[in-house]
C-alpha cells in the first residue's frame, strides 16, 4: 500500500510541475480568471444584477404600500455564480485534460509509463489529483472574492450553503477531468481530446432534457446521470446521497476506462 501511495505522489508532484511551468496554463488561468471575475462582477454589481434586482424590488415594494419577504442576498449571490462557474468548467476544463495521456503518446513517453513497474491506476489517479489541484488553485482566490462580499452581508451569511455549493463545484470538476483524462488517453491529438471531451461533457449536462422527451422509467434512468442536475441541487443547498454517488462514479469510471485503455495500449505494443 505504501509503494502504491508513493507512485501516486510521484506522479501527482510530476503532472502538478507541468501546469506550473506551462504557457498555456497560465494561459487558461488568466482567461478564466477574467471571465469568472467579470461574472463576479455583473451578478454582484452590474444594472441587472442582485443588489441592483433587490433595490429596484424594495422601492416598489414602498410605492404600493405591500410588503415584501425578505431576500436571502448572500444565498441568491452564491448560487448564481456558482451556476456560472458550472458553464464556465464546460469550456476551460476539455483545455486542461486534453494533454493529460495526448501529449504522453505525442512525445513517445506514453510507453515508459505503461510498461513501468507503476500500475495504470495509480497514473492515472496521480494525474487526476495533479490537474486537480491546479483547479482548486484557480478558483481560490474567487473564494477569497466571495468571502469578502459575505462577510459584509448583514445578518450573516449561513456558511453551509457556499461551501456545499462550491463542494459540488469540485466533484463537478473532477468528474469532467476524470472522463476528459479517458478520452485523453485514447488519441494523441489535444484537440481532438479536448473536442470529444466537451462534446461528452455536453451531453452529459444536457441529458436530462433528452430524457423528459423520452419519459417512463428508461427516462427516469437517463435523468439521474446528469451532472446539471445534481450539480444544481448542490449549489441550491440540497444535499443528496444519491448527487454524492453519481459525482464519485464518474469519477471512478473515468479512472477505471482510463487504466483498461492504458493496458490495451501496453498489450498492442507487446
Known amino acids: 500500500m505504501g509503494v502504491v501511495l508513493g507512485n501516486i505522489i510521484a506522479i501527482y508532484r510530476r503532472e502538478l510541475q507541468t501546469y506550473f511551468v506551462s504557457p498555456l496554463a497560465y494561459a487558461i488561468a488568466g482567461i478564466f480568471w477574467f471571465l469568472a471575475g467579470l461574472f463576479f462582477v455583473l451578478i454582484l454589481l452590474g444594472p441587472d444584477g442582485i443588489l441592483a434586482a433587490v433595490a429596484n424590488y424594495e422601492l416598489q415594494a414602498q410605492r404600493t404600500g405591500i410588503a415584501i419577504p425578505a431576500i436571502d442576498v448572500p444565498y441568491e ?26 501529449e504522453e503518446r505525442k512525445r513517445g513517453t506514453l510507453e515508459l509509463l505503461a ?55 469540485l466533484l463537478l470538476a473532477a468528474s469532467i477531468l476524470s472522463l476528459g483524462m479517458f478520452i485523453s488517453s485514447l488519441t494523441n491529438s489535444t484537440i481532438l481530446s479536448a473536442v470529444l471531451t466537451f462534446a461528452v461533457i ?8 433528452v430524457a423528459k422527451f423520452i419519459g417512463g422509467p428508461i427516462g427516469a434512468v437517463l435523468g439521474h446521470l446528469s451532472l446539471l442536475q445534481h450539480y444544481n441541487n448542490m449549489i441550491q443547498g440540497i444535499f443528496d446521497t444519491s448527487s454524492l454517488i453519481l459525482f464519485l462514479s464518474y469519477i471512478i469510471l473515468g479512472i477505471f476506462l482510463t487504466a483498461q485503455s492504458i493496458d490495451a495500449f501496453r498489450f498492442q505494443r507487446q
Do not use: C
Open 115 to 169: 510498461t513501468s513497474p507503476i500500475t495504470n491506476w495509480a497514473v492515472a489517479v496521480g494525474k487526476l489529483l495533479g490537474v486537480l489541484t491546479f483547479f482548486v488553485t484557480l478558483i481560490l482566490p474567487l473564494m477569497v472574492l466571495e468571502a469578502v462580499v459575505l462577510s459584509a452581508s448583514q445578518p450573516s451569511a449561513n456558511l453551509a450553503i457556499p461551501l456545499l455549493g462550491h463542494f459540488g463545484l
Open 77 to 102: 449571490f452564491v448560487k448564481a455564480f456558482l451556476d456560472r462557474m458550472g458553464w464556465l468548467l464546460l469550456f476551460v476544463l476539455p483545455i486542461l485534460s486534453m494533454g493529460l495521456y495526448a
Open 202 to 209: 455536453l451531453m452529459l449536462l444536457f441529458i436530462d432534457l
